[in-house]
C-alpha cells in the first residue's frame, strides 16, 4: 500500500532532550512537509522541502530541524531550544510537477514533555 | 464558520440533514483550496478541492462553493451520517498558479457534530 507512515504514535520527552520524529512515503513524492498542531488550532508549518538535499523554514521553524537525505524520508528533529515541543506533529508530501493537487498527510506523532 | 481563536466553532447536525462549514479565507491571491477532515488523533484526510477560477465543484455528497467577492468558501455535506462527525479544515495555495511546492495556509477547523 502506498502511502506515509509516521513514527512513533506516542512520544514523551524530558525538557531539555532532542527527540527526532520519524517520517517515510512510498508515493514518490518529491515534496515534503512538517506541520505542528496544537489543541483547538489549525495546522502550522515548520519545514518543508521541495527536493532531496533543500528544505526551507516554514512560519514557525525555531527550534526545530529537519534534514532531506532521502526521497521518501524527512526526519523532523525537536530540540531543547523549542520552549513548548508538547503538540501533535503531522507530516506530509505532495507531487510536485502537479499543480493544483492536495497534500496526503500521515498519521502523525503525538509529542509530550515530561 | 472558522475563526481565529482557542475555542473552534462547532455544528450539531441530526442524521440525514445537510450540513454547510464556513471559511473566510484571507488572501486574494489565493489560487487553490482544499477542505480536509480530520477524525480526533489522526492525519486530515483530502474531501475536495476547487481552483479560483470555479466557483462550484461537488463530489460525492459534498460540494465546495468559492465566492472570491467576499474571499468566502463553504463546504456542503449532502445527508449526513455519523461518520462524518470531525474537525473539518480549509485551506488556501497562498502561491500564484498553484506553485509546485504547495505552501498552504490552515484554517482554525469546525467541529460538525452528527446525532443519530
Known amino acids: 500500500d502506498g502511502g506515509i507512515t509516521q513514527s512513533p504514535k506516542y512520544l514523551f520527552r524530558k525538557e531539555g532532550q532532542n527527540v527526532t520524529l520519524s517520517c517515510e512515503q512510498n508515493?514518490?513524492?518529491?515534496?515534503m512537509y512538517w506541520y505542528r498542531q496544537d489543541p483547538g488550532q489549525g495546522l502550522r508549518l515548520i519545514y518543508y522541502?521541495?527536493?532531496?538535499?533543500?528544505?526551507q523554514k516554514g512560519d514557525i521553524a525555531e527550534g526545530y530541524s529537519v534534514s532531506r537525505e532521502k526521497k521518501e524520508s524527512f526526519p523532523l528533529t525537536v530540540t531543547s531550544a523549542q520552549k513548548n515541543p508538547t503538540a501533535f506533529y503531522l507530516c506530509?508530501?505532495?507531487?510536485?510537477?502537479?499543480?493544483?493537487?492536495?497534500?496526503?498527510f500521515g498519521p502523525g506523532t503525538r509529542l509530550t514533555v515530561l | 464558520g472558522e475563526s481565529v481563536g482557542l475555542h473552534l466553532p462547532t455544528l450539531s447536525v441530526q442524521e440525514g440533514d445537510n450540513s454547510i462549514i464556513n471559511c473566510a479565507y484571507s488572501?486574494?491571491?489565493?489560487?487553490?483550496f482544499i477542505w480536509y477532515k480530520q477524525e480526533s488523533g489522526k492525519g486530515p484526510q483530502f474531501i475536495i478541492d476547487?481552483?479560483?477560477?470555479?466557483d462550484k465543484r461537488q463530489g460525492q455528497r459534498v460540494t465546495v462553493l468559492l465566492n472570491k467577492t467576499v474571499k468566502h468558501l463553504s463546504l456542503q455535506i449532502a445527508a449526513t451520517q455519523p461518520g462524518d462527525s470531525a474537525v473539518y479544515f480549509c485551506?488556501?495555495?497562498?502561491?500564484?498558479?498553484?506553485?509546485?511546492?504547495?505552501?498552504?495556509?490552515f484554517g482554525q477547523g469546525t467541529i460538525l457534530t452528527v446525532h443519530p
Open positions: 488572501n486574494s491571491a489565493s489560487d487553490y
Open positions: 522541502s521541495q527536493i532531496v538535499n533543500d528544505f
Open positions: 508515493l514518490n513524492h518529491d515534496a
Open positions: 506530509a508530501s505532495k507531487e510536485v510537477l502537479a499543480n493544483y493537487n492536495e497534500q496526503f
Open positions: 485551506a488556501e495555495n497562498m502561491g500564484a498558479g498553484g506553485t509546485s511546492y504547495g505552501k498552504l495556509t
Open positions: 476547487i481552483r479560483s477560477n470555479m
